[in-house]
């Protein structure tokens, strides 16, 4: 298998430009586009519209990766995760470019839309209760090669290739804001933009709702409650 566990893997820059050489064709290099207010002053802000991808995220860039370095007989079995509804549309997409099946577990709190949405695209799903969905991640009822939601780090290859495409396209950035959920995408963008330009400083963002990692900074602990658990599913 291509995964590996967790405190043996180390992302590197070999490995987000790889990733980025596998993505062409595939997930959209997506532009730099000026923030505008309702004047039309230079705010200095660029915005990377990852929503113009394929699935309307992100995740597109770490699946797609993650499937593609699997060995064919392991892809053959199909592919899978847990979701709260983004992953799983990258799931289903990606395992029709590849032409084998999907099976997705999405939790009872996602969105409608989401789950037609993974339905279209042909994967089996799992409508999975939140109170059991650790359970389900750690062990998935099925022999699919499983996207860890949470301990796949892998998925960083393909993330990191958004770090390096702002670099390429903004060599002069000093400060990235990125979105915190479950962290592999603000640890991605972090890993492959300081490796090429060490100074720039990247600032996670969270909803005030969910302020998980805020808060697990601040406590030094992990918390518990189950909306911050929902927000770590992507």
Known sequence: MVQKTPNSYRPTLQGFREASERLKGVALR???????????EDTGILLKPEVLQPVGSYKIRGVYNWVAKLRPEERRRGIATLSAGNMAQAVGYVAN?????????????????????????????DIVPMKDAFAYADNPPHSYCFIHPMTEYHLMDGYGTIGLEIVEDAPDVDTIFSPVGQGLLSAGVSLGVKVLKPHVRVIGVQAENSPHFYVSLKRGEPPHSSSSRRWLMG
Do not use: Q
């Not at 997506?30 to 039309?40: A, F, K, V």
């Open 30 to 40: 997506t532009p730099l586009i000026p923030l505008r207010r309702y004047s039309e």
């Open 97 to 125: 470019l590849f032409k084998v099946p999907a099976r997705v577990g999405i939790l009872d709190t996602a969105p409608k839309s989401k789950v037609e949405a993974t339905k279209r695209y042909g994967a089996e799903i």
